[in-house]
């Protein structure tokens, strides 16, 4: 499996973004608009390729001078419970320690606080409703 950053608008992005419309948009009768994606430009894009096919990805957004936000964090679900939702999440982390980041937060659905929990994160606050389902906020310290 490779993990990588990939480019904003490139093959790699249009196919990043189906995978996230088909597990995370689709389902709740969601889809992005062309801002949203036109915002994307600044953000980290991580893919993970098994023989050039992308099995999961994830988004890194500024937050703050010292957070970013992992969003859109995505894997086949054929291969969940693989390893790659892990190896996914730490190459995101060491992306945000390399470019000065101390801490990784996200809004996690509900389902998949447990996930994140073995992973080192911890709830932070009060669950809330986002785009029609419960989330938690979460977040790590990378120190």
């Known amino acids: ?32 608009t062309a801002e949203q994606l036109e915002k994307e ?14 099995t999961g990805c994830c988004v890194l957004t500024h ?3 010292t957070t970013l936000q992992l969003r859109q964090m995505a894997v086949r679900q054929d291969i969940q419970h693989s390893g790659t939702g892990r190896r996914i999440l730490s190459f995101a ?6 470019n000065g980041y101390t801490t990784l937060m ?9 996930f994140y929990e073995k992973c080192g994160y911890h709830i932070a606050g009060e669950p809330f ?3 029609t389902i ?10």
């Open 1 to 32: 499996m490779e993990i990588r950053t990939i480019e904003h608008g490139s093959p790699e992005y249009d196919r990043m973004i189906a995978l996230r419309m088909d597990l995370l948009c689709r389902p709740l009768g969601l889809s992005f």
């Open 41 to 54: 430009k600044q953000d980290w894009l991580i893919a993970a390729f098994e023989d050039e096919a992308m």
């Open 63 to 65: 937050f703050d001078d």
């Open 93 to 98: 982390e060491q992306t945000a320690r390399e």
């Open 106 to 114: 996200m809004h996690a659905r509900d389902v998949a606080t447990g």
């Open 129 to 131: 409703t986002e785009v």
């Open 134 to 143: 419960l989330h938690y906020c979460m977040e790590k310290k990378l120190v």
